[in-house]
């Protein structure tokens, strides 16, 4: 693998803009090809983010030689198709979060990555974020003592004429859209609960339009929430023994925190991302890459592998299922 790597994106909605972006911040990697199911959405895009070359068609893309690794930006329900062929065309694969519908795709996903002895990695951009990165090691430091309490929540009043926040064909609801945010910051923080309990309310599609998530521990509680029903703020909270941990608004994109231990000053630590805070997984892709690893160790398969796990038992409880399911 040469210094520089090449990307490529499959998907160019919402968050391939944002993502490529970013990518343009990021030394010594530059993007290669982009691809959609329209050729003149392509060359818009490509343009605009100077890509060498575009496609109107995803397997067009996969036949680019110098694409090194794939940036899958497409509706859940087709990210276990698009790693595994990616992966089976020989390009390592950054993919989209949630990683797959449920565990058993991702299980696949991650045999393909190993039969190809190729990279893959779920865009878990919120776990490159710098400062949640610092105060993983400051929990893990025993700073704000043993961690009794989790607070977080993703919410906004979406637009329910897009159609992947509704419709279940498309692997939509709030759990794999947004929830999967507070749900990885509580396993990052306290890991696999003993027991899940959870409520949901529902679009008429069946996709869950909003969810309250208790996550029991042995010592601790988190109490975590999604909605495309309401506005919140997005703050987190972790509280432990000697202290406590806010983070700042929209916690799972953010640049600050605050850390207060008991009977002390509040103390305030601002760390600024590099663009919109994707870059950061970028990097880390980008050095896994040239090490020729085929995971990351700061979130790896197994990581991925939990998280789903969770989400399922989550969707479980409150009787969720998509197609997916069943096959
Ligand atoms: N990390 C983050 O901050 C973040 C934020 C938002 C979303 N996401 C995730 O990113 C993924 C895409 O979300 P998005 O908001 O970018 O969605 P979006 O705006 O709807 O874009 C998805 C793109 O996927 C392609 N696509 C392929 N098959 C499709 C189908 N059957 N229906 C609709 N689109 C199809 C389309 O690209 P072409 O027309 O170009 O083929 C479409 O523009 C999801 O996994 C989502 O959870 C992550």
């Not at 490529?8 to 691809?35: M, Q, R, T």
């Not at 509704?166 to 692997?171: I, M, V």
Request: glycine share 6%; charged share 20%; net charge negative.
């Amino acid at each position: 693998m040469s210094l520089k790597i090449n990307w490529g994106i499959i998907g160019l909605g919402g968050i391939a803009h944002k993502f490529a972006s970013d990518l343009l911040l990021v030394e010594n990697c530059s993007l290669e090809a982009v691809a959609s199911r329209s050729l003149e959405k392509a060359e818009v895009f490509s343009k605009q983010y100077n890509s060498a070359n575009f496609y109107g068609s995803y397997e067009e893309l996969l036949q680019n030689k110098l694409v090194d690794i794939i940036y899958i930006a497409t509706p859940h329900n087709s990210h276990e198709r698009y790693t595994i062929l990616s992966l089976n065309y020989k390009k390592a694969v950054l993919c989209e979060k949630p990683f797959a519908i449920n565990r058993k795709q991702v299980f696949k996903m991650i045999e393909a990555s190993k039969n190809n002895a190729l990279f893959l990695m779920e865009a878990m951009w919120t776990r490159f974020n710098p400062s949640i990165k610092k105060i993983k090691r400051i929990i893990d430091n025993g700073e704000i003592g043993e961690i009794k309490y989790i607070n977080a929540d993703f919410s906004f009043k979406a637009n329910t004429s897009i159609q992947r926040i509704y419709d279940k064909e498309l692997g939509g609801g709030s759990l794999l859209d947004i929830g999967i945010y507070p749900v990885f910051l509580a396993y990052l923080i306290l890991g696999i609960p003993n027991k899940i309990q959870a409520n949901a309310h529902f679009y008429e599609s069946g996709a869950d339009s909003q969810l309250a998530m208790l996550f029991n521990y042995e010592n601790a509680h988190a109490i975590l929430f999604s909605s495309f029903n309401a506005t919140s703020k997005r703050i987190a909270k972790i509280s432990g023994t000697l202290g406590e941990i806010n983070i700042d608004m929209p916690w799972n994109e953010t640049d600050s925190f605050s850390i207060q231990l008991n009977n002390e000053a509040e103390e305030f630590i601002s760390l600024p991302t590099i663009g919109r805070g994707y870059s950061h997984q970028i990097i880390e892709c980008n050095t896994c890459l040239r090490q020729h690893k085929i995971e990351s160790e700061i979130w790896s398969h197994q990581n991925s592998l939990e998280l789903i796990t969770l989400l399922d038992t989550i969707r479980n409880e409150i009787n969720l299922s998509y197609n997916e399911d069943f096959l």
